[in-house]
């Protein structure tokens, strides 16, 4: 055995030569084991050495082993005694890692569409609440005839409205969760239309008396990805219309300086609790507090998600029973090559203003 080989196998080549240690004392040091690997070899010997792979003890690797393929070559210059041959050992540790690699990308795969499996039965699970909103309203619609009954037939028409809303929300959530970062297209948007746009959009499923102010300052264009703001922004909207009461206001204040853009959207609401802020992005969590609302615990995930995807930072700040304040700070980034889209055509909202 060479010096190299026996560097690469971590032992020295007085060790491998000198003590004349069998090679299956290398393989493991059990005495069952290497009577096994001893007949083993043996046989391998006898049948002509077809190529062999196991696992090498090595000093020099973090596990202790290594992976070889072994191989017999008769030395050209005893082929007629055969009684000398080449032992050739080839290292697969590069082969090896490659297909641990490969196993890990399946494993993940696999482990992605199982949760996008489960993640779409909830959403369907979730689904149940506003179907059966809709079910019924529309069936006490179908029944308000007389005009003194309008009123009541207004009420259960916005109750379908809102239902409708938390159906297309969540299902914009469980599509963005899902979607490849690749799919992302940066363009030039008016920021501030586009946050006016979606406070549109919000506006007639907001709890009675509610109202949403809006303030902003600076350069009224970014380079960003417009459908991901559009459903970062749909989401915080509608969490600080549903966890507040009636009869509060919503704040969305905006700042673009220095190619940097930073949004907040404040509520009134419930609040929530401190030791529960730094897992509220966690896919399915949901806070203690909001555990008679409705909600699939997918939207602050997925806004956690596209925000960082754009190279962006979103921090929470909350009193219990005073209100939350959510900042997102977005980078003006470079923009995408493909055409641009009009975002409000891309979102517009199959819901129309009465």
């Known amino acids: 055995m060479s010096s190299t080989t026996s560097n690469w ?3 020295e080549i007085n060790e491998l030569i000198m003590k004349n240690k069998p090679i299956w004392s290398f393989v493991t040091e059990d005495p069952i084991k290497q009577e096994s690997i001893k007949s083993g070899w043996q046989k391998w010997i006898k049948t002509g050495g077809n190529p062999m792979r196991f696992w090498l003890s090595s000093k020099m690797a973090v596990s202790g082993k290594l992976p070889v393929e072994i191989r017999m070559i008769p030395h050209s210059k005893a082929i007629e005694n055969g009684h000398t041959f080449w032992i050739l050992l080839i290292d697969l540790s590069k082969e090896w890692s490659y297909r641990e690699h490969c196993r890990a990308e399946i494993r993940s795969t696999r482990n992605k569409r199982e949760q996008a499996y489960l993640d779409f039965a909830s959403w369907l699970h979730d689904w149940k609440a506003p179907l059966c909103t809709i079910e019924s309203s ?3 619609c179908l029944r308000y ?9 207004d009420r259960h028409l916005r109750r379908i409205e809102k239902a409708v ?3 297309k929300t969540g299902m914009q959530d469980w599509q963005t969760w899902h979607q490849p970062p690749s799919l992302r297209t940066i363009s030039k948007i008016g920021i501030w239309s586009l946050i006016k746009d979606r406070i549109q959009q919000i506006s007639p499923v907001l ?7 809006m303030f902003h300052q600076g350069s009224s264009e970014i380079n960003t990805d417009p459908t991901a703001l559009s459903h970062v ?3 915080l909207l509608a969490n600080a219309s549903k966890f507040s009461p009636d009869h509060t206001s919503i704040w969305v204040r905006g700042w673009n300086s220095k190619g940097i853009l930073r949004i907040d959207v404040s509520d009134e609401g419930i609040g929530i609790p401190k030791s529960e802020i730094n897992q509220l992005f966690e896919p399915r969590y949901r806070a203690s507090n909001a555990s008679d609302t409705p909600g699939n615990g997918l939207g602050l995930s997925t806004v956690h998600r596209l925000i960082k995807q754009l190279g962006g930072d979103i921090q929470v700040i909350s009193e219990i029973n005073e209100g939350t304040t959510f900042t997102i700070s977005l980078k003006n980034q470079q923009q995408s090559h493909e055409k641009s889209t009009d975002h409000r055509r891309q979102f ?3 819901i129309q203003h009465r």
């Not at 005839?145 to 037939?153: G, I, M, P, T, V």
């Open 348 to 350: 517009r909202n199959p």
């Open 165 to 167: 809303h938390e159906m």
């Open 138 to 140: 529309t069936w006490l």
């Open 145 to 153: 005839k007389s005009e003194l009954d309008a009123e009541k037939r």
């Open 207 to 213: 709890k009675t008396g509610q109202k949403i102010l």
């Open 9 to 11: 196998a971590g032992h």
């Open 233 to 235: 922004l749909d989401n």
